[in-house]
């Protein structure tokens, strides 16, 4: 059972950047980031697999970028030039059979905020 910790969710000014972290119990194949938006479903936003394959949201290619440090046991998400739709609850989750945005992922924590005016 992974548990997962996220934090660094704050609120910015449109272009700015903020990294978030996510502290889990045990490393896994597949780590990812959603979001949620009041009102809209869950989207996907970036994943990483453990051999260092990254997956992107088109909303979020070439600004976003996710890694991870092993020895740490933390995931991260740095955002770049972030616009007001980029306001969300952030959650980082462990374990997709496939490794996919799209799939049904095992674990979740419980989201940091991100506000961006």
């Known amino acids: 059972h992974v548990q997962l910790v996220e934090s660094g969710g704050d609120s910015v000014q449109a272009g700015g950047s903020l990294t978030l972290s996510c502290e889990y119990t045990?490393?896994?194949?597949?780590l990812g980031w959603f979001r949620q938006a009041p009102g809209k479903e869950r989207e996907g936003v970036a994943l990483i697999d453990n051999r260092g394959n990254r997956k992107y949201a088109d909303s979020v290619k070439d600004r976003f970028s996710i890694s991870k440090d092993n020895d740490k046991n933390t995931l991260y998400l740095q955002m770049n030039s972030l616009k007001p739709e980029d306001t969300a609850m952030y959650y980082c989750?462990?374990?997709?059979?496939?490794?996919?945005?799209?799939?049904?992922?095992?674990?979740w924590g419980k989201g940091t905020q991100v506000t961006v005016s």
């Open positions: 045990e490393n896994s194949r597949c």
């Open positions: 989750a462990a374990e997709a059979r496939r490794c996919l945005l799209a799939d049904q992922w095992t674990y």
